[in-house]
C-alpha cells in the first residue's frame, strides 16, 4: 500500500542498463501530433526531466516549466489524449536484470535488495552512511555517489521541506518531488554530512512531502530565503558542532542561492486524489491531464510511474 507521505532521502541511484525498454522514438522531435496507438512498450524507467527556463537571466528567481520524457516519448505532448496503460505481469530487476515475481525499493529483486547499496538502510537515513567506515556494501558505489558533494536544500511541494540531494541530481531531485520552490541551503562534502545537517533542521521543519496535498495543486508561494535565514539561525550552535566535528571544510552555508520556482504541465489538478497500482489495477486508462513528480495525472487518479520502475507495461494512445 502506498504511504501517504514521501521520505525525503536521495532517489536511489542504479543504471538502468539492465531493464531493456523500447518506445517509437520518432514521437519525440517531431511536431506532429503523437499518433493513435502503442506509443511505448517496454520495462518502466523513471521519467527523465528537463527544465526549460523562462524569463531573463538578470539573477532573480527564474520560472521554469518541466519537460517529461519517458525513453525518447514525450509525455508533455500527450496531456489532453486518451491512455491506455497495461501491466503485463513481468517484472525485470533494475540491478542485475532477473525477472522478479515482486519489486522491492521500487524496482529491485530480493537478492538485490539485500546486497546492493542502493538498498542499504542508510540511503533512507542518510546521517547513518558508513562509507568512511569502509563498511559499505559497494565501495565503488559509495565513491561514486555518496563521497560527493551535496545539498540540503528547502523545498515546496505541499510546504516547506528539507531534503539533500548530490549536486548532480539538482534540479531533478526536486522536480522528482514535486516542488513548485526549491533552494539550496549548504553544500556539504559528502552524504553523511548532509545527512547530520538534515537532522539538525529537521527538528524544525519536516523532510516529508504529502504526496496527496501535493497532487492537488499548485502549493503557495513561501520565502524560502527568509526561513533559510531563521533556520540557520536557529539551529547554529547544533551546526557548528558539526564543523567542529568533522573540519571546517565539510559544509558551507549558502547565503546568496536563488530559489528556483519550478512550473509543472499540469491543465488541471483533481480535487480527490485516487492512486492506481499496477500490483492491483492491470489495467489503467483515462484522459492525461498532467505530470507532477513521477506522478501522471489522469481524469480517472494518479499513478506513481518510478514506483513501477522494471514492470513490463504498454503505453497505447487511444485517441
Known amino acids: 500500500m502506498q504511504s501517504d507521505l514521501f521520505d525525503s532521502a536521495e532517489e536511489n541511484q542504479v543504471p ?28 518502466l524507467n523513471k521519467m527523465r526531466v528537463k527544465l526549460s527556463a ?16 519517458l525513453d525518447g516519448l514525450s509525455i508533455n505532448r500527450l496531456i489532453g489524449r486518451s491512455l ?9 530487476c533494475i540491478g542485475c536484470g532477473a525477472d522478479t515475481n515482486k519489486s522491492f525499493s521500487q524496482g529491485f529483486c530480493y537478492k538485490c ?27 565503488g558505489w559509495g565513491e561514486q555517489y555518496c563521497n560527493q558533494s551535496h545539498y540540503v536544500y528547502l523545498a515546496n511541494s505541499s510546504g516547506v521541506k528539507v531534503g539533500i540531494t548530490r549536486g548532480t541530481q539538482v534540479p531533478t531531485r526536486w522536480i522528482d518531488q514535486g516542488a513548485s520552490q526549491a533552494l539550496p541551503i549548504v553544500r556539504t562534502s559528502n552524504r553523511h554530512v548532509s545527512g547530520l545537517v538534515e537532522t539538525v533542521l529537521k527538528q524544525h ?3 516529508k512531502t504529502n504526496w496527496r496535498n501535493m497532487l492537488k495543486g499548485k502549493p503557495e ?34 547565503l546568496h542561492a536563488e530559489t528556483v520556482e519550478i512550473d509543472f504541465p499540469v491543465s488541471s489538478y483533481p480535487e480527490k486524489v485516487t ?7 492491470p489495467e489503467v486508462s483515462g484522459v492525461l491531464q498532467g505530470i507532477k513528480g513521477q506522478y501522471l495525472i489522469l481524469d480517472t487518479g494518479v499513478i506513481n510511474l518510478r514506483r513501477f520502475t522494471g514492470y513490463d507495461v504498454d503505453l497505447e494512445v487511444l485517441d
Open 16 to 43: 538502468t542498463d539492465a531493464v531493456p525498454s523500447v518506445s517509437d522514438n520518432s514521437n519525440a522531435e517531431s511536431d506532429h501530433p503523437i499518433s493513435v496507438g502503442t506509443a511505448f512498450s517496454g520495462h
Open 54 to 69: 523562462q524569463g531573463n537571466n538578470s539573477g532573480q528567481d527564474k520560472q521554469n516549466s518541466v519537460e517529461y520524457s
Open 84 to 92: 491506455k496503460l497495461t501491466y503485463k505481469n513481468h517484472i525485470k
Open 113 to 139: 535488495f539485500t546486497t546492493k547499496a542502493a538498498c542499504d538502510a542508510c540511503i533512507m537515513s542518510p546521517e547513518k552512511c558508513h562509507f568512511d567506515q569502509n563498511t559499505c556494501r559497494e565501495p
Open 205 to 207: 521543519v519536516t523532510d
Open 221 to 254: 508561494a513561501l520565502n524560502l530565503k527568509e526561513i533559510r535565514d531563521r533556520l540557520l539561525e536557529e539551529t547554529k550552535a547544533e551546526i557548528e558542532e558539526i564543523t567542529n566535528r568533522y573540519g571546517i571544510h565539510c559544509l558551507q552555508p549558502l
Open 275 to 281: 492512486s492506481f497500482n499496477f500490483d492491483k489495477d
